[in-house]
């Protein structure tokens, strides 16, 4: 058993050092809430053992899957665009000159820095529902994978909500341009983001994890996720500040981790001042009970992905 173990492990070792795309982007540019990633083209292999009981095989190499699935994701999503990276500062460069115009000629919001206001909403957001959306999918796209290769499942919506973090970096570079052009400046609070995205990062992959395990028993849970991102686009303050929020609703607001995730950005960014710990706690509580309850699902459901695939 042991040497068939390590067998298994050559082999797949082998197969994700050559991995290539074989399959197409389904549809539209960085940030379309209906793109997905693809599965991997591998040798053909017939499996060797289910989930099961391979599933635990191939510790050692976890980062290193990781790392090609991130890559790969990142390689697909800009595949045959002319524009390619620039698609991860132009769509939230867009949204920002619409809403601006809007807000303050239309609307004529009293909002100073409008721009940066708005943006301090949509790069939260964005980076939320497309990574939710893609985690969503990931055990499902990538069937090749995880049904050939003896290695923890838990990987792949973990890979698929890191790739979402390079975009994410790209968009904290326009963040960080608007930041120069108002003259705002940078203050030591600046330090309280890494923490805040750092948690969010977590209630992502929780989430994640937990709705791609669901989807692959049923498949409907995609479109599910994506009508949930509808909604959640009204209730994440980006256009609006938390102050319109009624009274009465304000605190429950804040335990929306991507609501409070706006909120602590907005205080560093345009108050140069620290979140509230009430707002702060309530999101490491909130990511916290994400990740264990993406955990448990994930681990209970995992065991039948091999007849279910």
Not at 131 to 142: E, K, M, Q
Request: hydrophobic share 50%; with cysteine.
């Amino acid at each position: 058993m042991v040497v068939d173990a390590l067998v298994i492990d050559s082999r797949a070792r082998e197969s994700l050092d050559t991995l290539v795309v074989s399959q197409p982007v389904e549809s539209g540019p960085v940030g379309h809430p209906h793109q997905s990633s693809t599965a991997l083209a591998l040798p053909p292999r017939t499996p060797t053992a289910p989930p099961e009981e391979a599933g635990m095989i191939w510790k050692g190499d976890v980062l290193h899957l990781t790392k090609l699935l991130v890559l790969k994701d990142f390689k697909v999503r800009y595949r045959n665009m002319s524009l390619g990276i620039l698609w991860s500062l132009l769509n939230p460069l867009v949204m920002v000159v619409i809403y601006t115009y809007v807000f303050t000629q239309v609307f004529r919001s009293p909002t100073p820095h409008f721009g940066l206001f708005v943006l301090c909403g949509i790069i939260p957001y964005s980076f939320f529902s497309l990574a939710w959306l893609t985690g969503t999918n990931s055990i499902v796209d990538n069937v090749a994978l995880v049904k050939r290769i003896p290695v923890m499942r838990e990987v792949f919506p973990i890979a698929a909500v890191l790739s979402n973090m390079i975009h994410l970096s790209l968009q904290l570079i326009l963040l960080v341009g608007l930041v120069f052009y108002f003259n705002i400046g940078f203050t030591i609070q600046w330090l309280w983001l890494p923490v805040v995205w750092g948690f969010e990062v977590v209630f992502t992959i929780g989430l994640a994890m937990a709705t791609s395990a669901i989807n692959v028993y049923v498949r409907d849970t995609r479109y599910i996720v994506e009508s949930l991102n509808l909604v959640l686009f009204w209730l994440v303050p980006i256009f609006y500040g938390f102050e319109m929020i009624p009274r009465q609703y304000r605190d429950l607001y804040q335990y929306n981790p991507v609501a409070a995730l706006v909120l602590a950005s907005r205080n560093v960014v345009l108050e140069s001042k620290a979140p509230p710990l009430s707002l702060v706690l309530k999101l490491v509580l909130v990511s916290s009970l994400s990740l264990l309850a993406g955990v448990l699902i994930f681990g209970r459901l995992k065991r039948r992905f091999y007849s279910s695939l």
